[in-house]
């Protein structure tokens, strides 16, 4: 256990206390790191109504959703080394959350994995499961819910 810990990163308040958690265990355990962000894909089509498309942003939806993932993973690793952990990895994907987070777990031989916790107020959320939820069903991994 320990070995190579996975941290779900979305940039919300719950995956930074998930972050934290994980940096106080890969330095306990001197554990590598990895910091996963994933985006839904997002054609132009969908995103005639989106904030995306309202901002004016110069790039594809895609290309924009995929800089903020890269870019929220990548502040978590540099966030982890900044406090004492040596191996600290980015990655971002493009799929269906946690279709795509339970892959990563399988062929990235992941043997924890920290996530924050999921949203309680949201009723679709709830009936639907969040994220944490259908990662914890389905990855064979340890799971580590921060709360
Ligand atoms: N796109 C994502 N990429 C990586 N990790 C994610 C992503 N979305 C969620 N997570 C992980 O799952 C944790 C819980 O988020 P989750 O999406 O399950 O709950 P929520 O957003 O609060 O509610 P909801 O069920 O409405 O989405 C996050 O703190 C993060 O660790
Ligand atoms: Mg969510």
């Known amino acids: 256990m320990f070995n190579k810990i996975l941290v779900a990163v979305d940039g ?3 995956a930074a206390k998930a972050v934290d958690t994980a940096i106080e265990i890969a330095r306990k355990f001197d554990a590598p790191l990895v910091f996963l962000s994933v985006y839904k894909h997002y054609s132009r089509m969908e995103s005639t109504h989106s904030l995306v498309q309202t901002r004016e942003v110069p790039q594809s939806p895609d290309e924009t959703l995929g800089k903020l993932a890269r870019d929220t ?6 966030y982890a080394k900044e406090h004492g952990v040596e191996r600290a990895e980015a ?3 493009r799929g269906p959350v946690a279709r795509t987070i339970v892959d990563f777990i399988n062929k990235q031989n992941i043997d924890t994995i920290v996530m ?22 389905l990855a064979e991994c340890t799971c580590i819910t921060v709360k």
Not at 117 to 134: A, C, P, T
């Open 12 to 14: 919300s308040e719950h």
């Open 116 to 137: 924050g916790r999921r949203g309680l107020g949201d009723m679709e959320g709830l009936l639907l499961g969040s994220v944490s939820h259908k990662v914890c069903s």
């Open 91 to 93: 990655v971002s994907k």
């Open 73 to 78: 993973a990548e502040r978590a690793a540099a």
